[in-house]
């Protein structure tokens, strides 16, 4: 199993980036997979989640103005970030679980792909 993500990057607040994780090896359709991110000196949080049966769920930070999608021909999760913050900033990480959901406890979560860095100016 393989996550890679891609996307990040530097932009000012208010605006907008799109992060990609591609999978390998496995169907991500039948895998809850969802991104976390880490601030530098923080714990790792769960933003925004996919389940196997396609529902999403997101932190409330992050409410109204992100949106995770699954593209199953690809292969690919997307997650569109809009209204951007400064407290956004983090490094930001595909996971994948193979039960129906995604854990928000990251020790419980079965694939992790690496991170790709969001950094948002004020």
């Known amino acids: 199993v393989q996550l890679q993500a891609s996307g990040g990057g530097l932009v000012q607040a208010g605006g907008s980036l799109r992060l990609s994780c591609a999978a390998s090896e496995f169907a991500m359709e039948h895998y809850a997979i969802g991104w976390f991110r880490q601030a530098p000196g923080k714990q790792r949080d769960l933003v925004a989640a996919?389940?196997?049966?396609?529902?999403?769920n997101y932190v409330d930070s992050v409410k109204g103005r992100f949106t995770i999608s699954r593209d199953n021909a690809k292969n690919t999760i997307y997650l569109q970030m809009a209204s951007l913050k400064p407290e956004d900033t983090a490094v930001y990480l595909c996971?994948?679980?193979?039960?129906?959901?995604?854990?928000?406890?990251?020790?419980?979560?079965?694939?992790w792909g690496q991170g790709t860095q969001v950094t948002v100016s004020s």
């Open positions: 996971a994948a679980d193979r039960g129906t959901s995604l854990s928000r406890d990251p020790l419980l979560v079965d694939y």
């Open positions: 996919i389940t196997s049966g396609g529902a999403t």
